[in-house]
């Protein structure tokens, strides 16, 4: 019916398809597994569900909020609408201050606790992270 020709080049499209599902399967799973949420303050008290997964917060450190104790740090971020308690172990980046915009990564406790692994303070007084400015309503 068909030729040696054909039954080949149709077995390496095949082949090549498979490799191509299976490698976009793996890519894609990978990522899955480091993808991490962005979320606001108002987003989190309009929670439905505590998510145990890792997410991120961001907004503004509040103003006379940061209090260090020993090898914590515990300050509050808010996007001017709500307010969310962050406590952190270890040095935070030397960009951290009072009013100035702030990524916390970690887990929520609850709608009011978020316990951080990692700060991320913006780099100079111009820059907002775009899901930050967004969640601010800044354009």
């Given at each position: 019916?068909?030729g ?8 390496l499209i095949?082949i ?5 599902i299976l490698t ?5 799973k990978s990522l899955?597994?480091n993808?991490v949420y ?7 008290k ?7 997964s ?9 103003k ?5 104790n020993?090898?914590?740090v515990?300050f509050?971020i808010?996007?001017?609408?709500n ?9 935070v ?7 100035k ?11 009011n ?7 991320l ?14 969640a601010?309503?800044?354009?």
């Amino acid at each position: 019916m068909y030729g040696r020709k054909v039954k080949l080049r149709f077995l390496l499209i095949v082949i090549i398809l498979i490799t191509l599902i299976l490698t976009t399967f793996l890519i894609l799973k990978s990522l899955e597994e480091n993808v991490v949420y962005f979320q606001s303050p108002t987003e989190i008290k309009l929670l439905t569900e505590i998510e145990k997964s890792k997410i991120r917060v961001g907004g503004m450190v509040k103003k006379n909020s940061i209090s260090i104790n020993s090898n914590e740090v515990n300050f509050i971020i808010t996007d001017f609408k709500n307010e969310i308690n962050v406590a952190y172990s270890g040095a935070v980046p030397n960009l951290f201050v009072e009013g100035k915009g702030v990524v916390a990564e970690g887990f929520l406790k609850d709608r009011n606790f978020f316990s951080a692994t990692k700060i991320l303070a913006k780099h100079d007084e111009n820059y907002m992270p775009p899901e930050v400015k967004e969640a601010l309503g800044e354009k």
